[in-house]
């Protein structure tokens, strides 16, 4: 944290809720203006579009995007002649770090500066155009007014900020506010059982109508209202989660505590391409944001797979068959979603294809699969599955009054049909579990990765 950030921590709560609203407001600014508008009617234009309008458009945004960054980056001049995407090389996070300057269309100094959490590794920093910026804040606006969200209403949101100290725990503080927008930032870094009266208190009185942020640490929020057999009594109209894979155990409790829709995203720090849940709760590719390639273990097409993905957003950073490092399952082609929408369709999101815990008889065991081992389990807030040794895992787990014995047999009986016998299981019962610095938290942390 630098001396600047650490002072306005430790300024008065009403002096730092007033700078957070001057900020912010400075900020939307950025991102409503330029072309902002342009790209709202834009998306509005080609939400309803036909299959051959958007091929059409996809192609002509792409061979555009191509023809820029292969013109303007020194990185991917080498692929001047292409013919098609396959020509270009896969794109790797360590040639961001190691070669952002070459990669980057613009100088820092006229760029809009982003940085990735670093969750599974070294954190990254890409460039954005301004205009870029308003685009996918054009986008993320035009999806979220389907469930009449839009800037203004009263917002609760939960990301990776570490906004908050423990003198202002103290003094029941868990949040920021931003007054002129109707945002109320809550620590995602605080929220354990021992401070849950503080956070429930302070979410109740702001009565939101939309939220946005961490799936995880809303669940966890919810999860303990469950113990505490509580229910939001005013109404929240649509929870957005970021940055996490959304779990079926995430949607289940928090949509049992806040009666609210739950409108699922994908993109990334970096700059990926969108997925979006629609209406019918289905997960649409978003085609006029970029390309995903989905790939198996030999990087040939595939329905599941890791993603590749190639992002018209990004002319500042060109994004260029990046290897993300993601998992989803496409539906088959001959899906058709019940809300008319022509966007291919994604079965499923699989979060982090380095989320796995390796097994001598089993091999690897994904993120999905491993957190499906709560499925019949009561009791159980939120667990981490740590791997330092191959026939060795230990379970830390967050629990509530009904977490008994009983319930710690029936997870660990889960985990073992999972990870084979093999493999020794150790449950821990704690108090919470530490975030990563992003604020992000990890089911699962594999430090062998064999």
């Not at 059409?56 to 001049?77: A, M, P």
């Not at 209403?153 to 920021?176: M, R």
């Not at 928090?254 to 009666?259: A, D, M, R």
């Amino acid at each position: 944290m630098s001396l600047k950030e650490d002072l306005g921590r430790r300024s008065p709560h009403l002096v730092q809720n007033l700078a957070i609203s001057v900020f912010n407001t400075y900020q939307y600014r950025v991102r409503h203006g330029g072309n902002y508008q342009k790209y709202r009617e834009y998306f509005s234009k080609f939400s309803n579009a036909s299959l051959s309008e958007i091929e059409s458009e996809q192609s002509s945004r792409l061979h555009n995007f191509l023809d820029k960054s292969t013109s303007n980056s020194k990185w991917y001049s080498r692929f001047k002649d292409y013919k098609d995407l396959g020509d270009f090389n896969i794109l790797l996070k360590k040639d961001i770090i190691e070669n952002l300057d070459a990669i980057a269309t613009i100088k820092e100094k006229d760029a809009v500066v982003n940085f990735t959490g670093g969750t599974t590794g070294a954190s990254m920093k890409v460039l954005y155009t301004k205009d870029n910026v308003q685009e996918r804040n054009a986008l993320l606006d035009h999806f979220r007014a389907q469930y009449g969200y839009k800037l203004g209403k009263k917002c609760a949101w939960f990301s990776g900020k570490n906004i908050i100290t423990e003198k202002d725990l103290k003094k029941g503080i868990c949040h920021k506010d931003d007054y002129v927008n109707r945002i109320r930032f809550f620590s995602t870094f605080h929220i354990t059982d021992a401070n849950f009266d503080i956070y429930w208190t302070a979410f109740c009185k702001f009565a939101p109508e939309y939220i946005v942020g961490f799936p995880s640490s809303v669940y966890e929020l919810c999860a303990m209202a469950v113990s505490r057999n509580l229910k939001l009594k005013s109404k929240v109209k649509a929870f957005f989660p970021t940055a996490e894979t959304l779990l079926p155990v995430h949607r289940e409790v928090i949509q049992s505590v806040l009666g609210c829709k739950i409108a699922d995203q994908y993109a990334s720090s970096e700059g990926a391409p969108f997925i979006l849940e629609c209406i019918e709760g289905n997960l649409h590719i978003h085609p006029l944001t970029g390309i995903f390639e989905v790939v198996d273990d030999s990087l040939q097409p595939a329905l599941e797979g890791e993603i590749l993905v190639t992002s018209f957003a990004t002319e500042g950073t060109p994004l260029i068959r990046y290897r993300i490092g993601d998992r989803i399952t496409l539906a088959p082609k001959e899906y058709k979603c019940n809300c008319g929408s022509v966007f291919p369709v994604v079965k499923a999101i699989e979060g982090r294809s380095t989320d796995y815990i390796s097994t001598p008889t089993n091999g690897k065991i994904n993120y999905v699969n491993i957190t499906n081992s709560t499925k019949g389990v009561a009791g159980i807030i939120q667990f981490q599955v740590v791997q330092n040794e191959l026939e060795r895992v230990e379970v830390m787990v967050v629990g509530n009054k009904y977490f008994d014995e009983k319930q710690q047999e029936k997870f660990h009986h889960a985990l073992t049909e999972r990870f084979g016998k093999d493999v020794l299981i150790s449950i821990e019962v704690v108090d919470n579990i530490p975030k990563e610095k992003s604020g992000k938290f990890r089911v699962v942390k594999n430090n062998i990765k064999s």
